[in-house]
Nanobody
Framework: QVQLVESGGGLVQAGGSLRLSCAASKSIFSINAMGWYRQAPGKQRELVAVYGSGSSTNYLDSVKGRFTLSRDNAKNTVYMQMNNLKPEDTAVYLC?????????WGQGTQVTVSS
């Protein structure tokens, strides 16, 4: 089992930046995939940025060039730096991990971007 603890959401003006953190209860070397999804009101959950197998990284097209994943292996933590935020980035951001073919989710952190 994997516990995920998120932090870093908040309210920011358009053009601003935030950094989200997700700390895992297991070594991220043992986790097959880890990253972030988001869900806005009335919309489906969507993949934002995820580390996959072999350290590959997938980004949602609309965040490419603005959001960047990074990780600190010693802290079992994945970060997502979000720059040039837009109102359409407003959503609950959920940390995601896949371990032993089971999906795990954090509790979610709200990101609100005002225009």
């Amino acid at each position: 089992q994997v516990q995920l603890v998120e932090s870093g959401g908040g309210l920011v003006q358009a053009g601003g930046s935030l950094r989200l953190s997700c700390a895992a209860s297991k070594s991220i070397f043992s986790i097959n995939a880890m990253g972030w999804y988001r869900q806005a009101p009335g919309k489906q959950r969507e993949l934002v940025a995820v580390y996959g197998s072999g350290s590959s990284t997938n980004y949602l097209d609309s965040v490419k060039g603005r959001f960047t994943l990074s990780r600190d292996n010693a802290k079992n933590t994945v970060y997502m730096q979000m720059n040039n935020l837009k109102p359409e980035d407003t959503a609950v951001y959920l940390c995601y991990a896949r371990y032993a073919n089971v999906q795990y989710w954090g509790q979610g952190t709200q990101v609100t971007v005002s225009s």
